[in-house]
């Protein structure tokens, strides 16, 4: 009977881990940047490290390691009406899959996806795909990213200009 309610709780833990990934993927298509910025815990990070093999992302370089603080500044950099970057706007499709749970804990889940993601902007198309790695604390009124990892298939690559989005 134990092995049954495992089963069911992996499953609705499954199910729940889907379907935020799912609606972060929409916030971010839909530029609700306010609201894909509730989805972290105060103390949560947004990291893409410059390697797959890096094991922390302190004290090194990476692409982004972005605290609460900076994912909010380039929320305010982005949106201001002077950054002209932005003025041809982009538009951005997210697709994630592949979604796994690692392990979970009464406050903790770690789970594993991949995505693709085109980004349209000033007549161009850019593609990226990778590997996320989310560490999400239970909270009461659901789930919150303390760890969001975004592996690049293609992270040694060149990029035409700056990313001014989150994969």
Do not use: C
């Given at each position: 009977?134990?092995?049954?309610?495992?089963?069911?709780?992996?499953?609705?833990?499954?199910?729940?881990?889907?379907?935020?990934?799912?609606?972060?993927?929409?916030?971010?298509?839909?530029?609700?940047?306010?609201?894909?910025?509730?989805?972290?815990?105060?103390?949560?990070?947004?990291?893409?490290?410059?390697?797959?093999?890096?094991?922390?992302?302190?004290?090194?370089?990476?692409?982004?390691?972005?605290?609460?603080?900076l994912m909010d500044m380039r929320i305010r950099r982005v949106e201001h009406p002077y950054a002209h970057s932005q003025k041809a706007g982009h538009r951005t499709s997210h697709v994630v899959?592949?979604?796994?749970?690692?392990?979970?804990?009464?406050?903790?889940?770690?789970?594993?996806?991949?995505?693709?993601?085109?980004?349209?902007?000033?007549?161009?198309?850019?593609?990226?795909?990778?590997?996320?790695?989310?560490?999400?604390?239970?909270?009461?009124?659901?789930?919150?990213?303390?760890?969001?990892?975004?592996?690049?298939?293609?992270?040694?690559?060149?990029?035409?200009?700056?990313?001014?989005?989150?994969?």
């Amino acid at each position: 009977m134990s092995n049954d309610t495992t089963t069911r709780s992996s499953t609705s833990t499954l199910q729940d881990v889907e379907q935020f990934l799912y609606r972060q993927a929409d916030i971010l298509d839909e530029r609700r940047w306010e609201e894909w910025l509730g989805l972290f815990t105060d103390d949560g990070i947004y990291w893409m490290p410059a390697s797959a093999d890096q094991e922390t992302g302190e004290g090194q370089p990476n692409i982004f390691w972005e605290d609460h603080y900076l994912m909010d500044m380039r929320i305010r950099r982005v949106e201001h009406p002077y950054a002209h970057s932005q003025k041809a706007g982009h538009r951005t499709s997210h697709v994630v899959s592949n979604v796994m749970i690692e392990s979970e804990s009464d406050d903790e889940i770690v789970a594993t996806s991949r995505f693709h993601m085109v980004e349209y902007r000033l007549d161009e198309q850019r593609y990226f795909g990778g590997k996320y790695t989310h560490r999400f604390a239970r909270m009461d009124a659901g789930l919150k990213i303390k760890l969001q990892r975004v592996d690049l298939a293609n992270v040694e690559g060149p990029f035409e200009y700056v990313m001014q989005i989150w994969l």
